[in-house]
């Protein structure tokens, strides 16, 4: 197996393994779905996106995802209004509750990584995370060099 092709086997297995399955509100204690957390993570306070936009980008019909906002609305995490230039838009912001939950998402269950690395013995474990560590730093140079797009691809 190639160096890059361990690393596409091995990413989503620990994704898999300790992603969170829910997210809380650190002010009210409320509890979102990590997908409810996500769709927050594609939002912005300030910067309103369009609903359709958001929709296609997650990968979702216009209308899953309309529900999913109105579940999010009343919950304050959003707000959603028409386009004041095409009113057949709809814009969806986060709020200040919205914007806490989306900095208070993880992409990895600190728990469950813990738990993950306390089954290695000593060795390992420190030659898997000075391993990952160099990873990152690789990960690092390849964004300041701009290599990010490679593929063609944009996020």
Do not use: W
């Amino acid at each position: 197996m190639s160096d890059v092709e361990i690393i596409l086997s091995a990413f989503p297995r620990i994704y898999f393994a300790c992603r969170p399955r829910q997210v809380t509100d650190p002010v009210d204690g409320k509890v979102l779905s990590f997908h409810q957390a996500t769709v927050l993570s594609h939002l912005d306070l300030l910067d309103p996106t369009m609903v359709g936009e958001l929709a296609g980008h997650l990968g979702v019909t216009a209308s899953t995802m309309s529900l999913n906002l109105s579940r999010l609305e009343e919950g304050g995490y959003v707000t959603r209004q028409r386009d004041p230039e095409d009113r057949r838009v709809m814009n969806v912001c986060l709020t200040e509750a919205g914007e806490r939950v989306r900095l208070a998402r993880n992409t990895l269950d600190p728990d469950r990584v813990d738990r993950m690395i306390d089954g290695l013995d000593p060795v390992r474990r420190r030659t898997a995370l000075s391993g990952l560590a160099y990873l990152a730093e690789a990960a690092d140079g390849l964004v300041r060099r701009g290599q990010e797009h490679v593929s063609g691809l944009t996020s």
